[in-house]
């Protein structure tokens, strides 16, 4: 599986662009799977998960070498501190 990061460019919020703003950021929440803790319809637990993610088909954990994982749970360990 590759692993695929993309940017999405627009124009930070002023005092006079909050529906475009509003749209995109929106958008981007829905691609990263976040806007269902906006509207509530998930719950985000108050410490992040240290697990390895399981491969479904085996149930063993899956070793992870990517460098944006390494960084990705760098982070996560910052709010268990």
Do not use: H
Not at 38 to 55: A, F, G, T
Not at 63 to 76: D, G, H, N, P, R
């Amino acid at each position: 599986m590759k692993f695929v990061t993309k940017t999405l460019c627009f124009s930070k919020l002023n005092g006079s662009n909050y529906q475009v703003w509003s749209n995109n950021m929106k958008a981007v929440l829905q691609m990263c799977f976040l806007w269902l803790f906006v509207e509530r319809l998930e719950i985000c637990s108050l410490k992040p998960s240290m697990d390895l993610p399981v491969d479904s088909s085996t149930g063993k954990p899956v070793l992870v070498f990517s460098v944006v994982y390494k960084e990705w749970i760098a982070e996560k360990k910052e709010y268990l501190e």
